[in-house]
């Protein structure tokens, strides 16, 4: 059907009004997935008083079980523009239809829980133990009520899209296993202080995790449920903040890891100059739009914005590359790329995946299998050494390890912790810290 944009807000934007303004909370799409990191797929020292445990039960009432998720399907290229309005059909729910100049926009009206069907199954392997698939569905149960609380594209009155952006949705068809999982946690969340979480969730991880500080507008004053801690049967000590130390710790294989044995645990590659000179060239006004002081260049004793139209030529010729901080679990938080003509710092683990990127490189894995590189880096944990030819430094040998950004639950540590007969609220705790567990009405 057509829609006007004029129209009065939904009914279920009323009800989520109040929750709008107490939350007040803005969303960068980056932080939860980054195109190639899908899957083919306890309680840290000091800190805060221990909260409930993630089993003791509450209920959360809006939305409800009943609500609708609004979902803007993209196009194959990614564009929120379709030459052919049919691009909707096969899908659950209702679909509106916008008709813009650029195409036809298309937005999916969809219950909750239907969503999840085809959520699920999207970024987890059907085939993984039920209970680590029921600990991903509240997952994304838990991160898709928590961007309802408003519109990602507010003139279609979307709240997400179907991309790594949000959450993959129908890209693949629904499974038994998944819903299976989606129907035994039917309307289970995840809740600190009495509000959904950002339950953000990865591929691998490295034997760390990280917390919400790795993007422009992370604030972990208000996700300490989000903090950095190691994935290991013991606990560390070692401040991997500190660079000689987490560049010991990223080279060495530690028993115990509970991804130890998992392809992406490990993982190094050789990206040369001049691929750091083509990614910066590519990707500098890109991120420019979209960022606040993720990238600076340096004026004088100084670093600030620069013109959006900068490119690589705005430094010269890059030379060198380095690591200027880290953030908790030692995932990289400043680089700082030297030119011929200039400087700039390149912040947030995003933008620094980016601007490392192999696209087409060779990138070899823990289990000694080579798989070709994407646009980012697989991970932000990673060291660089000087890369060689005929004694002229010609780039950077990168070793590091996991695949994804790092924050949340590990997709594969979920994996392996079900395979050890842990159930779903272990799991979920084992992530999250001091959550509990609300069902919606």
């Known amino acids: 059907m057509y829609r006007s944009r004029l129209k009065v807000k939904t009914l279920i934007l009323l009800c989520m009004t109040g929750v709008l303004m107490i939350l007040a909370l803005r969303r960068d799409p980056d932080r939860k997935g980054e195109t190639g990191e899908e899957l083919l797929i306890s309680e840290e020292e000091g800190g805060e008083e221990p909260g409930e445990a993630v ?3 509450k209920i959360w009432t809006s939305p ?10 993209l196009d194959q290229d990614g564009s929120i523009y379709h030459k052919e309005k049919d691009a909707g059909e096969g899908y659950p729910g209702e679909l509106d239809y916008y008709e813009e100049p650029q195409g036809w926009v298309i937005v999916n009206k969809v219950p909750l829980e239907e969503y999840l069907r085809f959520v699920v199954p999207s970024e987890m392997p059907a085939s993984y133990t039920l209970e680590a698939l029921k600990a991903q569905a509240v997952c994304a149960r838990t991160y ?3 961007q309802m609380q408003e519109y990602a594209y507010p003139e279609y009155e979307a709240h997400v899209d179907d991309s790594t952006s949000y959450q993959v949705y129908h890209k693949i068809d ?4 998944t819903d299976q999982a989606v129907e035994e946690t039917a309307g289970q969340i995840l809740l600190y202080q009495e509000y959904p979480v950002k339950a953000y969730y990865f591929a691998t991880s490295c034997g760390v995790t990280t917390d919400e500080a790795i993007w422009e507008e992370g604030n972990t004053e208000n996700s ?3 903090c950095s801690r190691f994935v290991n049967e013991t606990t560390s000590e070692k401040d991997l903040t500190d660079e000689e130390t987490f ?4 080279r060495t294989k530690r028993a115990g890891d509970l991804e130890i044995s998992e392809p992406w645990y490990r993982w190094n590659c050789e990206v040369p100059f001049t691929q750091i000179q083509k990614n910066v060239e590519k990707w500098m006004a890109v991120r420019l739009a979209k960022t606040g002081d993720g990238i600076l260049i340096k004026d004088g004793e100084e670093y600030v914005r620069p013109s959006e139209n900068v490119g690589h030529r705005g430094i010269g010729t890059i030379t060198e590359a380095q690591i200027l901080s880290r953030n908790a679990g030692g995932a990289a938080q400043e680089l700082l790329l030297t030119g011929s003509e200039g400087t700039l710092k390149i912040k947030y683990e995003y933008n620094i995946r980016l601007m490392l990127g192999l696209p087409g490189g060779i990138i ?3 289990d000694g299998t080579i798989t070709r590189g994407g646009d980012l880096l697989p991970s932000g944990y990673f060291i660089l050494t000087q890369a060689k030819t005929d004694g002229k430094v010609t780039g950077y040998a990168v070793t590091g390890g996991g695949l994804g950004h790092g924050a949340g639950m590990s997709q594969n540590g979920a994996r392996l912790l079900a395979e050890q007969g842990k159930d779903y609220l272990t799991i979920l705790d084992y992530f999250y810290r001091n959550v509990t567990l609300a069902t919606m009405e």
């Open 247 to 250: 560049a010991a710790w990223i």
């Open 64 to 73: 409800g079980r009943d609500a609708k998720i609004r979902v803007l399907l």
């Open 364 to 366: 070899h894995k823990n």
């Open 144 to 146: 898709a009520v928590w």
């Open 174 to 177: 629904s499974q038994t296993s």
């Open 55 to 57: 089993g003791q039960e």
């Open 224 to 226: 300490p449920y989000l």
